[in-house]
Every structure is written in structure tokens, then in C-alpha cells.
């Protein structure tokens, strides 16, 4: 089973940037969709971000809150997924999760594969 370490994280001001990154390890990535997902407190984890596998043609699903802030990204020789996220709001406060997902349905959702520590962001106001 593969195994998901997410980093990155931090404390930032509102408008600032982060980048966050996904390393796996015990198996390749490179057949798998993957997606970053967040969960706030109190509040369900949700898919904020999404991309294809392979090595060419990948596509992105992206959240509506996060479209043109944020950018997933996939290092396929490095097993490794980004997140960049730029211009940040308090309300993407969360713990932030990487995943292994399938296509279902017209949408994505996570695989039996466990779950990282997540890396957390707050946004200062």
C-alpha cells in the first residue's frame, strides 16, 4: 500500500502563497489520479483539487473557490504531487490531505489507500 506524507504547510497572510507537496512512497503514483483535499474544523473533508495519471495529457479538476488560485501538479520520476496556492483567503484554513482517487460518477473520490497527517494552513485576516 502506498504511503502519503504531505508538507508545506504554514501560517500566512491573506493574499500570500504556499506551496505543498505530496510524497508517496511503496508504490508508484504514476498509474493513480490523485487529489488534495482539505477539512477545516467542524466542517466534512472536500476535494479541492484533482489530476489525471500518466505522463502526458493530464487533466485538473479544480473546486470553484480555488479556480485560478490554485495549482496541482504531479512529479512523476519524483512520485510526488504539488499543490501551489496562491492568493490565499482565511477560509482555505484547513488541514490539508493528498489522496489516491478514481473517476466515479463524473466526479472523484478517494481510493481504500491510507490516509497521510495532513499538513495544516492558516490564513491569517
Known amino acids: 500500500q502506498v504511503q502519503l506524507a504531505e508538507s508545506g504547510g504554514g501560517l500566512v497572510p491573506a493574499g500570500g502563497s504556499l506551496r505543498l507537496s505530496c510524497a508517496a512512497s511503496?508504490?508508484?503514483?504514476?498509474?493513480?489520479?490523485m487529489g488534495w483535499y482539505r477539512q477545516a474544523p467542524g466542517a466534512q473533508r472536500e476535494l479541492v483539487a484533482a489530476?489525471?495519471?500518466?505522463?502526458?495529457?493530464?487533466?485538473?479538476y479544480y473546486k470553484d473557490s480555488v479556480k485560478g488560485r490554485f495549482t496541482i501538479s504531479r512529479d512523476i520520476g519524483d512520485n510526488t504531487v504539488y499543490l501551489q496556492m496562491n492568493t490565499l483567503k482565511p477560509e482555505d484554513t484547513a488541514v490539508y490531505y493528498c489522496h489516491t482517487v478514481v473517476r466515479a460518477g463524473g466526479t472523484y473520490v478517494p481510493t481504500k489507500d491510507s490516509w497521510g497527517q495532513g499538513t495544516q494552513v492558516t490564513v491569517s485576516s
Open positions: 489530476i489525471s495519471s500518466g505522463r502526458v495529457e493530464r487533466t485538473t
Open positions: 511503496g508504490r508508484t503514483l504514476l498509474f493513480n489520479y
